[in-house]
């Protein structure tokens, strides 16, 4: 039996400097690639198509988070009606978050970025792989990786219970939701930053469930790829969250 | 960028729930979203009714409603406008007519992502049925605007409790189900054009339904979070829109919702009502743009097509469309000149708002442009589109007006506001859906609708919208307040009752001759003349194939466009329209 040893020269999609990208290549990044499918060009089309949609749809979650902003930086500063003496005064409270604690869960996340940037270029690697290995009698041999998708899905699980530790810390200090403003701001952040990132577990779970199923893996690949780009919009979402709550106190 | 290659996604679905409700196809989920706004707008309709009937006889007992109590009549208010704008001129024109034909006119065989398309139909339909169900526990009294503290606080008033939870809950849902709409109209844009299919060779509706899907992802984001912050306020205790210190007391009439009035203090501190309207009106003033640029592409369409004319400055249209859609995002504190803002952010946002005069009078301008020596065809769409151009113009004039806050402030509170909006923004909407439906009717069911009966509802929709609310503009300086219940007690008003009688009695007319559409509509289904691909004789894609266009558009073939989307009368042309899809030739040289 013939043994391909994998020579063959995959075009990875640019990644842009910096780890963790914002929104992925709209045009020319995934050109190439998508057709190294050799006899499908439909996967490229749709992964492209697919990339398109992601980078238009992450457009209404930035503008939700710029409203807490600006909601947040307004309130910040408005001075509220004390009831008890009829005065205007300045009634922000600052948090005082458990920084130690979520910057373990910020490393947690960035770490989670990484092997989801390792996970969608072994896929991206099959994807490419999977015309050649179709061919009877020609096998690549095993490829010995980690299950970086798995990997992922546990350390995003973990970021969320270190979150959930976070705000069980918050209590403990006193600041419950509805305490005050400054409080009801940092979970609002915090949590739908939380129900967002859950999403993108939901998604790379799906991706995991239908390796399973044997779908080809080109269909699978365009899932964990934009999971992928939507990941990294995730881990920049909250280092912005974890640096406004902690500046703009 | 272009994509012809492409094989269809999907192939024809055979059974009926495939084929007609869970439906994957853009032409299906475009009617869904028709019927669903035709349902809605009947609903609406008989609101406003209602309303209108007891403004001038408000002791009247009617046969269903017995006699109106006063938040009854706000709930009628709430519930129209939420109903109107969301789910007929927010889902008619754009979410309805642009399903249907944009990725016709682009040359595509279907959205980017059809599964996601029909989600996004089911999640408005959820959001209607929720909305719907606020009217069995007593519908919210704060208005389509929502202010808090009144819609913040359960306590509030009558519909405040359960009502109002859903009514946010609906708008919400209704958020999400037009950011996926919006996301799949810019994919489909950018990336499913047909060979040839520039972006400076696509008809105008395609770019109105391109902006508006531009406008309304960056907006019901914003929607969404403002409905966030309410729901939380409402049900978690925080105070993002609750002041410190508010008792609600004093109400009389108890509905049989069962709301009790309370006089203890509420619990919350420190929020900012004003904070709701920021964000509201951010999403609000886009969305009048989302109601109405929908209906400037298809009456750009329409003139061209029946004027046999070039449409007038295509570059110039594409720009003033870009410029109102971008305008519309930095206007928003014209809503609020009420809400003692700094005269320095008033006067800013009023330059600003004075500033859309400038593109709106282009586009107008150049639809005159379009008609001015054409051999125009009056047809039943025809005379819509020049109706529509028409009401633009009357409802757009009074926006300068209340532009400048030495003039909102007098006007604000008064049915001059009333009859603004519902010139420009409504009933111009809706003469632009009307236009598009008597145009692609035989596109969409093979049949003309009747011609006769057809210009019967064009003239008294006309005239009866006109008579409506021209008049309004009066009785807003006379002095007469909006969202009053009951007027006729007071003195100074009373002499307007003659007028406002006539404005009811014009209501009931205008609202009966929306049957003869009806009639016209589900007739000429079944019994309607035959008609040809091409009736209109028109230019792009959609009348290059079948009526109605098959599963995947243009039945195998993959069109490949030669010409720009309004060459009429074309010199040396063999007829006096050349299509999108005609070769190109010395004679008809393209673009």
Redesign the interface.
């Known amino acids: 039996m013939a043994t391909l040893s994998p020579t063959l020269s995959v075009k990875y999609p640019q990644t842009r400097g910096g780890g963790g990208a914002g929104a992925p290549p709209i045009?020319g990044g995934g050109d190439g690639d998508g057709r190294t499918g050799g006899n499908s060009?439909?996967h490229g089309?749709r992964l492209?198509?697919a990339r398109?949609?992601l980078a238009?749809?992450i457009?209404?979650?930035?503008?939700?988070f710029?409203?807490?902003t600006s909601?947040y930086i307004?309130?910040q500063g408005?001075p509220?009606?004390?009831?008890r003496t009829n005065t205007y005064v300045h009634?922000w409270m600052p948090v005082n978050l458990p920084w130690v604690l979520l910057l373990v869960n910020t490393v947690i996340l960035l770490v989670s970025s990484l092997t989801m940037e390792l996970a969608r270029r072994q896929i991206t690697r099959q994807a490419a792989l999977a015309p050649v290995q179709s061919i009877p009698g020609v096998s690549l041999g095993e490829e010995r990786s980690l299950p970086w998708l798995g990997v992922t899905v546990v350390l995003g699980l973990g970021f969320l219970v270190g979150q959930w530790m976070a705000w069980g810390a918050l209590e403990s200090r006193g600041f419950y939701?509805?305490t005050?403003?400054s409080s009801?701001f940092v979970y609002?952040l915090t949590g739908?930053h939380a129900i967002h990132l859950a999403g993108g577990i939901l998604a790379l779970s799906y991706a995991a469930i239908t390796s399973l199923l044997r779908k080809p893996v080109e269909a699978r690949r365009i899932v964990v790829d934009i999971t992928a780009w939507y990941w990294h919009f995730m881990a920049l979402l909250w280092i912005y969250i974890f640096a406004l709550l902690e500046i703009a106190r | 960028m272009a994509s012809t290659e492409i094989v269809h996604a999907h192939a024809a679905p055979q059974g009926f729930i495939r084929k007609y409700i869970f439906s994957l196809d853009h032409k299906v989920i475009g009617l869904q979203y028709y019927f669903l706004a035709l349902i809605a707008v009947f609903v609406g309709m008989a609101l406003s009714l209602l309303m209108r009937i007891h403004m001038v006889w408000p002791t009247a007992n009617l046969p269903i409603f017995g006699h109106i109590q006063p938040e009854t009549y706000l709930m009628f208010l709430t519930m129209h406008g939420t109903i109107m704008v969301f789910f007929v001129l927010t889902t008619a024109p754009q979410s309805g007519f642009g399903n249907y034909f944009l990725p016709i006119q682009i040359g595509a065989p279907d959205m980017a992502f059809p599964t996601l398309n029909m989600l996004s139909f089911w999640t408005t339909f959820v959001a209607f049925v929720v909305l719907l169900a606020a009217f069995f526990v007593g519908a919210p009294i704060h208005g389509w605007t929502g202010y808090a503290p009144l819609s913040a606080v359960p306590s509030a008033g009558p519909g405040e409790g359960l009502g109002a939870d859903l009514w946010i809950t609906s708008i919400a849902i209704f958020c999400a189900a037009s950011l996926m709409g919006a996301l799949n109209f810019i994919t489909t844009v950018l990336d499913l054009r047909a060979k040839g299919m520039s972006m400076m060779r696509m008809p105008l509706t395609c770019w109105a339904w391109f902006i508006t899907a531009i406008l309304g992802l960056l907006a019901f984001g914003v929607l969404l979070a403002a409905g966030i912050l309410l729901l939380m306020d409402r049900n978690l205790g925080t105070s993002f829109f609750v002041p410190g210190g508010l008792v609600f007391t004093g109400q009389t009439a108890v509905p049989p919702g069962g709301f009790s009035p309370s006089t203890t203090p509420i619990k919350h501190s420190g929020g900012s009502p004003l904070l709701w309207q920021h964000l509201f009106w951010f999403f609000g003033h886009p969305e009048v743009y989302i109601a109405i640029l929908p209906g400037m592409g298809v009456a750009s369409q329409l003139l061209s097509t029946f004027s046999r004319k070039p449409i007038f400055g295509y570059k110039a249209m594409v720009y003033a469309m870009l410029a109102i859609g971008l305008l519309g995002f930095v206007v928003w504190g014209h809503h609020m000149f009420m809400s003692g803002m700094s005269p320095y952010s008033a006067f800013a946002f009023s330059i600003m708002t004075m500033a859309i005069g400038v593109p709106s009078a282009i586009k107008t301008f150049n639809w005159l442009g379009t008609i001015q020596h054409g051999r125009v065809r009056f047809t039943a769409p025809m005379l819509f589109a020049i109706g529509f151009v028409s009401l633009f113009v009357s409802g757009g004039l009074s926006g300068p007006f209340l532009a400048q806050p030495v003039l909102d402030i007098p006007l604000h509170d008064t049915a001059f506001v009333v009859g603004h909006f519902h010139l420009i923004m409504g009933v111009a909407a809706i003469f632009g859906i009307f236009a598009g439906t008597y145009y692609w009717f035989p596109k969409m069911f093979g049949r003309m609708m009747n011609e006769k009966l057809a210009r019967v509802h064009f003239f008294f929709t006309l005239v009866g919208t006109y008579a409506i609310f021209m008049p309004m503009h009066y009785l807003g300086m006379a002095g007469q307040t909006r969202r009053y219940s009951q007027f006729t007690e007071v003195g100074f008003l009373t002499r307007l009752i003659p007028l406002n009688k006539f404005l009811t009695y014009a209501a009931i007319v205008t609202i009966s001759a929306q049957l003869i559409f009806l009639f016209n509509f589900f007739w000429s289904m079944a019994k309607g003349k035959k008609a040809a691909d091409n009736p209109w004789e028109a230019t792009t894609l959609e009348w290059t194939t079948a009526t109605p266009p098959p599963h995947d558009n243009f039945g195998g073939r993959t069109p490949v466009v030669n010409h720009g989307p309004y060459e009429y009368s074309v010199p040396g042309a063999s007829r006096d329209y050349v299509m999108q899809t005609d070769p190109a030739t010395a004679a008809t040289p393209a673009h």
Do not use: K
């Open positions: 045009s060009p439909d089309q492209r198509r398109l949609g238009v749809g457009t209404p979650v930035i503008m939700l710029v409203s807490f909601a307004v309130r408005l509220t009606l004390d009831v009634d939701l509805a005050s403003a009801s609002l739908m």
